[in-house]
Each structure stands twice: as C-alpha cells, then as structure tokens.
C-alpha cells in the first residue's frame, strides 16, 4: 500500500448505529487530519493531529470521536448520526503539521438513512 | 476569517482550447496556497503549492501563479484527461489555527474531444 488508504469506502448506516472509519497513512509523516466534504459545500476542516495529540478540534459534535493509537492510523468513531452528517469523510496527512502539503486518502462516503 | 473564492463555478473547454481558473483569496496572512485536482468519488490530488506573490509553478499543461489577492491555474491545450474539479485552498501564518487549511468550492472543468 502507498499514499493514504481508507476503509472502508463506501458506508450506510442508521441514525442508531456505531460504527468507525479507519485511514492509514503509509508516508512517514506526523500529522493527519480529518476533513468532511458535502455538496456544494467546500471542505471542512474536522480534527487535527499532530504526533498522536489532538491539536484542532473545528467545533465538531461529539457524535464524532476521533483517535490516533499512532502516528500512522486515524479513526472517526460515529454515533448517533443525523440524516445531515451524509458526506464524504476525507482523510489527509502532511509531514508536520503546519504549511505542509496534505496529502489525501480517496475518501469514505458515508450515507446515514 | 480566511475566504476563498474560485470561479467559475464550471467552465466547458473544447480539447485544445486554453483556458484560466481564479482564486481570490482574503487571508490575515499566507504561509501557502495549495491547488489540488479531485475526481468524482475520489480525495484530492495535490498540484502545487505557491508559497510568496509573483511565485510560478509548473507541471504538463498546468501552470499556478499567485498575487498578492488571488491565483490563477492556467491550462494550456487541455485534454479530455484534464477533466476534474480543481480546488484551492489558503494557509494563514497569523491568527486562529496554525494548521487549518481554507477550501474554495472548486471549480468543475470539462473538456470536451
């Protein structure tokens, strides 16, 4: 595997259900992000971590959890959705974070019924 | 707050026919502006990265350059290939997050054969 991976890529789930996304990053780097992409609507900046320590939280619900077990993995735990959290959920990661470039994973779209 | 604006919003191209995309931006202060392609149902694909005004960058038919109050993707002689959403997105280097990255809408470019 190379680049930035996600799993799963498509994803259909229940106001009641609990489920999680998984992102791999396979570059190196230190820092990794969160990012919810909907129509029409530009990317939305969700969570930032930084060696493995939360260093942005962008005024996301708690119904998203986020967790970093390391510097290579990224998990979005999901609880309790609405109808409206309905998106792609992009995963990025960049050497550092700061003006580093990010680079993407190809995304999990997630559809809440 | 940071804002970043593309247009057009969609912009059809004949094959061959040379063309720009815009993004103004209004930001406390660059440290970078990205520009990154996305497919349909994929992650952002990252182009460049112009980091000071008068700043050029190159890459086959694409060419960025950046002012000190927007950015202009130039494609030259564009192929069907070259269809895609292209995005913009702006660092601060002062206020707020150190580690956000601002998105435009993007632009949807078609290029017809």
């Known amino acids: 595997e190379t680049g930035v991976t996600q799993t799963p890529r498509h994803l259909v789930m229940g106001m009641t259900n609990k489920k999680s996304l998984k992102c791999e990053q396979h570059?190196?780097?230190?820092?990794m992000y969160w990012y919810k992409q909907s129509a029409k609507k530009p990317l939305e900046l969700m969570f930032v971590?930084?060696?493995?320590?939360?260093?942005e939280n962008n005024s996301v619900p708690s119904r998203f959890s986020p967790e970093c077990p390391n510097s290579s993995h990224l998990f979005l735990h999901l609880h309790t959705l609405q109808p409206e959290d309905s998106a792609l959920y992009l995963c990025?990661?960049?050497?550092?974070?700061?003006?580093?470039?990010?680079?993407f994973g190809p995304g999990t779209r997630l559809t809440v019924l | 707050e940071d804002q970043v604006t593309q247009s057009p919003e969609a912009l059809r191209l004949q094959e061959g026919e040379s063309s720009s995309l815009n993004c103004s931006y209004t930001?406390?202060?660059?440290?970078?502006l990205f520009w990154y392609r996305q497919d349909p149902g994929k992650g952002p694909e990252f182009l460049f990265t112009?980091?000071?005004a008068g700043e050029e960058k190159e890459k086959e038919r694409l060419k960025a350059t950046l002012t000190k109050k927007e950015s202009f993707l130039h494609i030259t002689a564009p192929k069907p290939e070259d269809s895609a959403t292209y995005l913009c997105?702006?660092?601060?280097?002062?206020?707020?997050?150190?580690?956000?990255?601002?998105f435009g809408k993007g632009t949807l470019l078609t290029v017809n054969p």
């Open positions: 990025a990661s960049s050497q550092d974070a700061g003006v580093e470039t990010q680079y």
């Open positions: 570059l190196g780097h230190n820092a």
């Open positions: 971590y930084s060696l493995e320590e939360r260093v």
């Open positions: 930001v406390s202060g660059l440290r970078g």
């Open positions: 112009l980091y000071s």
């Open positions: 997105a702006v660092q601060a280097s002062s206020g707020g997050s150190n580690y956000k990255l601002t």
